[in-house]
């Protein structure tokens, strides 16, 4: 239990704005508790005055009974409300902190994780952790009124009582077991679904390559594996359900076989009173759903424990490190960049990536790396906008190490082109307001404008409101760049990095994008990282990296001259 209370006491910080909430759900099942013992006390009562014909004191206890039933109809129905007002906010409240702590986990550390791991803990557990304070209410409020009866019942007669504890013991046993056995295979279940979550995430999104790698049937199989493996955990966990749940029902069937014969002989040779045998009667179904309660309290407490910790090692977890920033805040960046003997390897990759690479970029510079793939072009850009840490070394902006930076700072003033852009799901118009959310529809067209995609987008049914599917699905890879391409314009951020951004465009759509960039020069810092020479020859400098290091830098004509490497690739592009 005091794993439970941790737990607890850590989705209470959540979530503690609805304890008014809380409370009026809680008094309302109260009352509904206290109802709950009255009525079957007034409805043995009934059975007494009927067989008496006592029908004025009939008539009243019925009248009592409408009215007690009626009033818990009432507590009910405001008892629902609030319970599903608290489980809806506290839904939203989890889900929101839990997303918000995993967009701040390392990228080396995503990079080690499937997204199941992360869509079943932001989907299953937070729902599971909604869910604690509706359970918790309901299992011990019911717990509490079987056990009110159960004391009722050893003043009317200590035998039966006795009797009745020693069966409850035995159906506890059987179902204490159940639950402790359901938690470990919950446990292996749950582990086996995120597997499934992130297969069939990478399913979906590469659907595409897939059917032109005629690769359907091998994802088929391989889904169809783990699909079986996941149910057959989820079965193993239902066996386990099933088999204690029978033998815990024969039990129960025992125990009223058992309770009825106990109160006939109690009636005809102790002199137990026919009345106090139907008040005895009419509870013991409440008595025996004291384990029921107990068991379900135990299980949602088990069940919460095990979300908590899911959700808890992202949050607060060594599993799931977080992004660190600095506290220094720049409000105006002029665009200055330095790399000083960095040196980068990803994870357990003991290959450097970059080996004390040095070099300088100034304010409203138009700089250009190129080099084979490998070289580590891509990563300049991931350490600029702090995407990964250095191993050593230091990167600066305006002078000042990023590290002491905030994160408004470094990448509120970056923008990031790819050669592979992620495209959300949504509109044309909402990808371009993701970026800047007052964007005015002057601003939006300028952008697309700029980025040769306002034609394109106005040649669709809906325009600016076309969906473009999960992951800019009706796009081709061109227009996919263009979208992206003008989200950087959007940002107008004073730093812009290409990576690779004109790679899928027409010789046309590139020739207009870097009249668009030659038009940006001078007024943004602009870095561009290439496999194409002929994109770069007009950068104010170009920056050959072979083997994570800046071999030589100058410009077009410079490098031809004095870099056999530059020359030797520039050759091998012309020729093509």
């Known amino acids: 239990m005091k794993e439970f209370w941790f737990y607890l006491k850590f989705i209470w910080t959540y979530v503690r704005e609805l304890k008014r909430n809380l409370i009026i759900y809680v008094c309302t099942h109260i009352i509904r508790v206290i109802i709950s013992i009255i009525v079957p006390i007034l409805s043995a009562q009934a059975i007494i005055h009927l067989t008496s014909n006592a029908w004025e004191q009939l008539i009243l206890v ?55 791991v992360f869509i079943q803990r932001l989907t299953n557990d937070t729902s599971k952790l909604a869910d604690i304070f509706f359970l918790l209410n309901r299992s011990i409020a019911n717990i509490i009124t079987d056990v009110g009866i159960l004391i009722a019942v050893f003043f009317l007669n200590k035998i039966v009582f006795i009797y009745i504890v020693s069966m409850l013991l035995i159906v506890y046993a059987v179902d204490s077991t159940r639950v402790q056995k359901r938690g470990e295979k919950d446990k292996i279940f749950r582990e086996k679904n995120e597997k499934v979550s992130g297969f069939v995430g990478e399913l979906v999104r590469g659907i595409r390559d897939i059917k032109m790698l005629n690769a359907e049937d091998s994802f088929m199989k391989e889904l169809h594996f783990k699909v079986r493996d996941v149910n057959g955990a989820r079965y193993d966990m239902g066996d386990v359900d099933r088999r204690y749940v029978f033998l815990r029902d024969l039990f129960y069937d025992l125990w009223d076989l058992l309770l009825i014969l106990l109160l006939v002989f109690l009636v005809t040779h102790n002199g137990l009173a026919v009345a106090t045998a139907l008040i005895i009667y009419n509870y013991s179904g409440r008595i025996g759903s004291i384990i029921s309660g107990v068991s379900t309290l135990l299980e949602g407490v088990k069940d919460f424990n095990l979300s908590a910790s899911r959700v808890y090692a992202i949050i607060e977890g060594e599993e799931f490190p977080k992004e660190k920033f600095g506290t220094m805040h720049l409000d105006n960046i002029e665009g200055n ?27 409203n510079e138009t700089v250009a790396f190129v080099g084979k793939s490998g070289a580590g072009k891509t990563t300049i850009f991931s350490l600029l906008c702090k995407m990964y840490d250095v191993d050593s070394g230091h990167i600066t902006i305006d002078g000042v190490d990023i590290k002491r930076l905030d994160k408004e700072s470094i990448r509120g003033n970056i923008t990031i082109i790819s050669q592979n852009p ?17 964007l005015t529809e002057d601003e939006m067209v300028e952008a697309c404008k700029l980025a040769s995609f306002h034609d394109f987008v106005m040649k669709l049914p809906d325009g600016y409101d076309t969906v473009v599917g999960e992951g800019g699905v009706s796009l081709s890879g061109g227009q996919k760049q263009r979208l992206a391409i003008a989200r950087a314009f959007v940002q107008k951020t004073e730093i812009i990095l290409m990576d690779e951004a004109t790679s899928a465009l027409d010789n046309e759509t590139q020739s207009n994008i870097q009249k668009a960039i030659e038009n940006m020069k001078k007024e943004y810092t602009i870095l561009i990282v290439a496999h194409r020479l002929s994109t770069v020859v007009n950068s104010d400098r170009i920056l050959f990296v072979k083997d994570g290091k800046i071999l030589a830098e100058g410009s077009h004509k410079e490098l031809l001259k004095t870099c056999s490497d530059y020359r030797s690739l520039y050759e091998t592009e012309m020729e093509k």
Do not use: P
């Open 62 to 116: 019925a009248i009592v009974m409408y009215l007690l039933e009626n009033a818990r109809n009432v507590m009910h129905y405001f008892g629902n409300y609030n319970a599903q007002y608290l489980y809806r906010e506290s839904f939203i409240r989890l889900q929101t902190a839990l997303g918000r702590q995993i967009v701040q986990i390392e990228n080396e550390c995503m990079d080690s994780h499937s997204s199941g």
């Open 422 to 438: 992620y495209i959300f799901h949504m509109s044309i118009r909402d990808n371009l307001r993701l970026m800047k959310e007052n």
């Open 337 to 363: 960049f330095e790399f000083k003997n960095v040196t980068f390897h990803y994870g357990s990759d003991k290959k450097k990536v970059l080996n004390k690479i040095n070099f300088k970029v100034n304010a």
